[in-house]
DNA sequence: GCCAAGTATGTTAGCGTTAACGGTTGTAGG
DNA sequence: CCTACAACCGTTAACGCTAACATACTTGGC
């Protein structure tokens, strides 16, 4: 089962031409279903092109045309499970337009993002949906350039470079507080990611900070992690801070994951929630779902961004705007069984 | 912060060429590190080249040298976690060979398969990563003309078109399945996925069946599921079948998600684990390390296996062949908490 | 002072495809 | 029978870049 030795020359327009006894360009025609070709040449075509087994050269079609039709999606991370869920609403959206969309992957940093834009770029896409809106000068400078739609998503607080699909971290992070005064909870523990590169979490507990001080209230404490499996540094913060500051009544997690973590440990150790201790994590995980006790948690609104998204890259953006289109959404909180009612 | 309104002509190493004063050989030369070029025209170029903005058109430089740096990674969902893991250690293997890989996902689904390898080959990539033995006849025949290194990964068990790299699920069911019944277990069950498209979870049941009629042994009850959370539906599922089925003493999950559903349904409801009660799952996923009880499960040697396919596509692999390499890991079980020691 | 052997740059000819236009039929209408 | 206009198919010239070769300048050895 080796590949095959005869290192046959490639196969190319050509050949299919002359298998079927046309021109090149009726050939092209016939691949692409463009212009007139009569039923029986465009049979002949096929059939010459499906019995040689010819795959067109994209390359040279996009360098001819001056059109490709790839969507480059960069993202932070593919284990975060958030980005998956958006990459996959973008692909969906993106099915029946003859876009595609191709991911790049930064690891949160900001070079790896400029490494990644200028590969993609150099593709030239036909647009581009990049999560966040903080970027190295260069980055910023390559999306102006580009010539095309470029969308940042996720996060709206800042300046943006052309259009912007996402939720207000900051916002969302101060509602999360008001809902948690409002639920009578008074002594506040933060625990989050040590990423000084994960500008929405920043954001978040920046915006949660702001919701209690609004209320007087200071955070008691805070915690953070870098690395690992989310689940387990959960639990383990939540036992270190709890150790550390037993009087505090109320845990809020920068994500689901490390939050179901610490839900799990207060089980575990007979911890009455959501009377004595609150939980809250952020993110709307459905992985999560089948944990007995429901995390509060909030929606980020992920598919519907992935969606928005697409719309503005193919054109279909209900707005008909060409571009700097900004589009907020609202996440909801979904108080779970972590909270306790008044 | 809208798009530029003077849609400029796109830059073109004829710019950078006249910004500096040199030929477009030479600024081709400069911007790939190759050939001879003096400190001078180097610096001038760089120069010239960083003020414009240029991004160089890889399009047409594919065209020209015959050569494109991507791989292509073709597998059939993000949203398992088993994929994107395998990816990024592809990824990371990759990392400074000059080679990028590029991700196509299939959904399990044959159609989609081909229609995304037809896409990534019309890209002509340096080489193909993808999941899985299993192809339609035209993929195998897209593959097999390609005439550049394909490594099929994850599974073994069939016959390979050039490099196979992963693990037999047949006989890591089988293995499984001997544990089990050397650690007393007699009344055992099985929850999986319904996907026909799943050859992996189809084989492990397989192998595992045999396994179990080796010592005279019938699976008690079986059930399936599609869709929705697994973590929920493993719950649900262990319900349904310890509902109708009280007197089993083991479950055998297809994967280590719904395991867990299944191994907090049997907390919740104060089943004896491992004692009364054994459960195995498959994939040794590092999310769940943070359960308060660690699922028995069996390794499926992910990192490796996108190391290894990714040695290969590169030609650093150690055997120094040329194609035709089948590399079978060896799964390793993990007893976990949840199968009793005898 | 002349040639050999670099070193640094330029020139030419594609790479495989498609846009744009040109030609050749056939067919209908006057 | 001639024109008008489709319908069909071919020819030519890019697209932006790089491989391969060619050319101009050095430098040093005798």
Redesign the pocket.
């Known amino acids: 089962m080796s590949r095959p030795i005869e290192t046959r ?9 002359e298998a079927s ?12 279903n ?9 049979e ?1 075509v096929l059939q010459a092109a499906k019995a040689l087994g ?14 490709v039709n790839l969507v480059a999606v960069i993202i932070p991370s593919l284990s975060n499970l958030v980005f998956p869920k958006v990459l996959s609403s973008v692909s969906d959206e993106l099915e029946d337009t003859g876009l595609q969309p191709v991911v790049g992957v930064t690891n949160y940093s900001p070079e790896k993002e400029e490494q990644v834009l200028y590969e993609m770029l150099s593709w030239r896409p036909s647009g581009v949906i990049i999560a966040g809106v903080e970027h190295t000068p260069a980055s910023r400078a390559m999306l102006q350039n580009a010539g095309i739609p470029v969308v940042e998503i996720m996060d709206v607080d800042g300046e943006g470079i052309d259009s912007v699909v996402g939720i207000s971290h900051r916002r969302a992070g101060l509602h999360m507080a008001e809902a948690i005064i409002a639920a009578g909870y008074r002594k506040i523990g933060f625990l989050g990611t040590k990423m000084p590169e994960d500008h929405r979490a920043r954001k978040r507990l920046e915006g949660f900070k702001e919701g209690l001080a609004k209320a007087g209230i200071e955070l008691a404490d805070t915690e953070f992690y870098a690395g690992g499996s989310a689940l387990a540094k959960g639990r383990e913060m939540t036992e270190t801070m709890l150790k550390r500051s037993p009087d505090l009544d109320f845990l809020y997690y920068s994500n689901d994951m490390i939050g179901a973590g610490g839900l799990l440990w207060c089980l575990d150790n007979g911890i009455d929630v959501p009377n004595k201790m609150g939980l809250a994590g952020f993110n709307g995980l459905e992985l999560l779902d089948g944990l007995s006790v429901r995390l509060a948690t909030m929606n980020a609104c992920r598919a519907e961004i992935g969606r928005k998204a697409a719309q503005i890259i193919s054109g279909r953006s209900q707005s008909g705007m060409i571009g700097g289109e900004v589009i907020e959404l609202e996440p909801t909180l979904d108080p779970g069984d972590t909270i306790r009612k008044r």
């Open positions: 020359r490639p196969l190319t327009l050509r050949d299919v031409s006894g046309v021109s090149e360009m009726t050939v092209s025609r016939v691949l692409r463009r212009g007139d070709v009569s039923d029986a040449t465009r002949k010819y795959v067109p050269n994209k390359i040279a079609g996009a360098l001819a045309s001056q059109r």
